[in-house]
């Protein structure tokens, strides 16, 4: 038996629920619905977890309450308790500097200056972990500035039009995320990051 390992990264708490910061929180939510299955707060993991089966393999999801700075609290409690192997691993996160609709998945790598994945290479004190970055696209500037408006474009929430782009977006990580059991991973590689949200 297979276990899959899925941690969204997000904010908790209502206020933040529907932010651009919280994609991995949303993603992770629709793919549990899908299955209906709920997440259960989990203390000693830092999380909130939901668990269901496709085919022989059990996936295992994650929606840490640590915030996200603090990621890494929460992804060190899951590892350490499960004792898994960093390749069972799969960090949803959003990305500002991907354009919205885009999707990355990488094998390692740096933070890319995300605090959320910065939080977790600390504490597991490795980079050598799966990452789907889904693009949020890049903040406006600040007006008659040449700063980004970074704290506000992140945590806030998506426009109409934007949400009918991330609903394809999800859709094709789910599919995704289902075959792991099934595909090699070069497979699913080359599909989430050659998606095109032109093409549905």
């Known amino acids: 038996m297979k276990e899959i390992f899925l941690i969204g990264l997000g904010n908790p708490g209502k206020k933040y629920s529907k932010s651009r910061h919280n994609i991995g929180f949303l993603l992770l939510d629709k793919f549990s619905k899908k299955y209906n299955s709920n997440f259960l707060l989990k203390d000693k993991l830092k999380s909130s977890c939901s668990e269901f089966k496709i085919n022989n393999s059990t996936y295992k999801l994650f929606l840490p309450n640590t915030f996200m700075n603090n990621s890494g609290d929460a992804v060190k409690a899951i590892v350490d308790w499960y004792k898994i192997n960093l390749d069972q691993l799969f960090i949803i996160v ?59 474009h992140v945590l806030g929430n998506f426009s109409l039009e934007e949400k009918s782009i991330l609903d394809k977006v999800y859709k094709k990580v789910i599919d995704s995320l289902e075959q792991l059991n099934t595909k090699k991973e070069e497979y699913i590689i080359n599909e989430l990051n050659s998606f095109n949200k032109d093409q549905i």
Request: proline share 5%; no cysteine.
């Open 94 to 152: 959003d990305d500002k500097d991907l354009p919205l609709g885009k999707i990355r998945f990488r094998k390692k790598g740096s933070s890319g200056g995300h605090n959320g994945l910065k939080s977790i290479i600390e504490k597991l004190r490795s980079n050598d972990f799966n990452r789907i970055r889904v693009g949020i696209g890049s903040p406006p500037l600040k007006e008659g500035t040449n700063n980004f408006n970074t704290i506000s």
